[in-house]
């Protein structure tokens, strides 16, 4: 792995911190979004991620501000590109704005450049062909809050080369991740895949009135020895995400979800209960 200079597409909350973490572990960083007021945000982000990094993981004011030093900006992607080993993809979930944004980068990008997406929903397979370098292409998937939940998923697509399968895996462990290879296409990676189930079986406990979030969280915790229950995570993701995902399958025809959204709108996002960042969920902060 040669890797030294790392753009980052997005500077939403996920693409702001594998922005200051690659950054943090001495990668050149260019931060890449669509205008200057969104990168003004993003640098008020950075900020406060210094602060973050000094209590979580007592970094020091000056590998904090090192980092921060590191970090361009810039809104014309041809610029944001043009000396990058690697382009970490962290924009919107949604199909056609991606597959526009690897066909523009494909065309600007120089030719040793590599292409991975942050993606959590979607597979690579799907963007492998606009990219015009299917071979250079897979994911890279963070966790939030990354620098205390440092894993890296790395995904293989069929088209991709094991050297860059490789070299992406010691790109994550070089910045502070555990790097988790996938060696075949899963909608999920390993995470999603072992936690949706758990979350959506909790949830079903509850609306159908089996137990209240208090209790089905102790039995996860006490009878596993897990640090927190589904509830709880629930309320870390926020639970719009859930109300978001239960009225999609809802209006696939899932009455189970229906009843699941209907509950969560009345009960929790009517009333202000959004989880962690408003102060109360299914539990208070």
């Known amino acids: 792995m040669n890797y030294k200079n790392i753009t980052v597409a997005g500077s939403g909350i996920l693409g702001s911190q594998i922005a200051f973490q690659t ?45 921060y030093e590191r970090i361009t900006y810039s809104c014309d992607l041809a610029a944001a590109v043009a000396d990058a080993d690697l382009v970490i993809e962290a924009i919107p979930e949604v199909v056609q704005i991606k597959t526009d944004f690897y066909t523009k980068l494909g065309q600007v990008a120089p030719e040793k450049t590599i292409f991975a997406t942050n ?6 397979s799907m963007f492998a062909q606009a990219t015009g370098r299917p071979e250079k ?8 809050e990354i620098r205390k939940n440092n894993t890296a998923e790395i995904m293989k697509h069929a088209q991709t080369d094991t050297k860059v399968f490789e070299d992406v895996i010691e790109f994550a462990k070089a910045i502070g991740m555990v790097a988790l290879p996938l ?15 758990l979350l959506d079986t909790a949830q079903s406990l509850l609306i159908d009135e089996v137990a209240d979030p208090e209790t089905i969280d102790k039995t996860w915790r006490v009878a596993t020895g ?36 209907h509950f969560l709108r009345t009960e929790y996002i009517d009333k202000g209960k959004l989880g962690v960042a408003t102060g109360e969920g299914f539990f208070k902060y």
């Open 23 to 67: 950054a943090l572990k001495g990668f050149n960083v260019s931060v890449y979004d669509i205008n200057d007021e969104v990168l003004a945000r993003a640098k008020e982000h950075f900020k406060c991620l210094m602060g973050n990094y000094q209590k979580d993981l007592i970094a020091t004011q000056e590998e904090v501000h090192t980092a």
């Open 119 to 124: 993606t959590s929903t979607l597979l690579p």
């Open 137 to 144: 292409f897979l994911a890279l998937h963070f966790a939030n």
């Open 183 to 197: 060696h075949k296409e899963q909608p999920g990676y390993i995470l999603n895949s072992l936690l949706v189930p």
């Open 226 to 261: 897990a640090p927190l229950g589904p509830f709880a995570i629930l309320d870390l993701v926020g639970i719009t995400t859930a109300y978001n995902i239960a009225s999609v399958k809802a209006k696939e025809g899932n009455k189970h979800s229906k009843k699941l959204a």
